[in-house]
């Protein structure tokens, strides 16, 4: 399988904390993304990182990847409630670009207590 | 508007049964994917279409048959139901190596 794994499972911080969120791949990428899943809804794309690129921002979300140790990891600064969510990182599997696949991680299931 | 969007939303079936789910985006995008996310929250991808072409069939028994008529819609057809394809399935679209899109998901329970 090529589905890569992500740390931890779960997460449990209070409002105002930052939360680091792991995720090993096993194949070559052209980009690696992350996507949150509100609990009963499709998942939502969060942000893109090229294979080229070693880390990214978006608002409170800071991306980082290094494709060395085949990994990435997500931070949410400031957390808040409505943070509360799975996170999944995804992988396209490294086909060279000839084609598309979204391979997904396990997930982390992150808890942001009020 | 609603950028992909799969229909039912839940889907209560009995065993045997042949049931399809729908899907269809209208962002323009080239690749279609039908993921199934078990009881665990694992996604995984069963189908992949580029431009209506079958792209990438991940070990889904053969019950499982997509059909794309254009590249703005990919319907899942199931035969024969079993217990264990209870699940939630999700079709998504994405431009080439660019993010997913992804419907809000048909819950089916197979009883």
């Known amino acids: 399988s090529q589905q890569g794994e992500e740390d931890p499972q779960a997460l449990s911080i209070q409002e105002g904390e930052n939360a680091t969120m792991n995720c090993s791949y096993k194949?070559?990428?052209?980009?690696l993304q992350w996507y949150r899943q509100n609990s009963g809804r499709g998942l939502v794309h969060l942000i893109l990182i090229r294979s080229n690129e070693r880390e990214k921002h978006s608002g409170r979300l800071r991306v980082t990847l290094d494709t060395s140790k085949k990994s990435s990891s997500l931070l949410i600064t400031a957390s808040r409630a409505a943070d509360t969510a799975s996170y999944f990182c995804a992988t396209d599997g490294g086909y060279g670009g000839a084609t598309n696949k979204l391979i997904f991680g396990t997930g982390t299931l992150l808890a942001v207590q009020p | 508007d609603t950028a992909v969007s799969q229909t039912p939303k839940y889907l209560v079936t009995q065993m045997g049964n042949d049931k399809s789910i729908k899907c269809e985006q209208n962002?323009?995008?080239?690749?279609m994917y039908w993921y199934k996310q078990d009881s665990k929250k694992f996604l995984k991808i069963m189908f992949s279409?580029?431009?209506?072409?079958?792209?990438i069939n991940e070990t889904v028994p053969n019950r499982f048959s997509p059909k794309s008529p254009d590249k703005a819609h990919l319907n899942l057809h199931i035969n024969s139901l079993e217990l264990g394809d209870s699940a939630v399935y999700f079709c998504?679209?994405?431009?080439?190596?660019?993010?997913?899109?992804f419907g809000q998901g048909t819950r089916l329970t197979v009883v």
């Open positions: 279409y580029n431009n209506k072409e079958l792209i």
């Open positions: 962002l323009g995008h080239d690749t």
């Open positions: 194949t070559s990428i052209n980009n």
């Open positions: 998504a679209s994405s431009p080439r190596q660019g993010k997913a899109f």
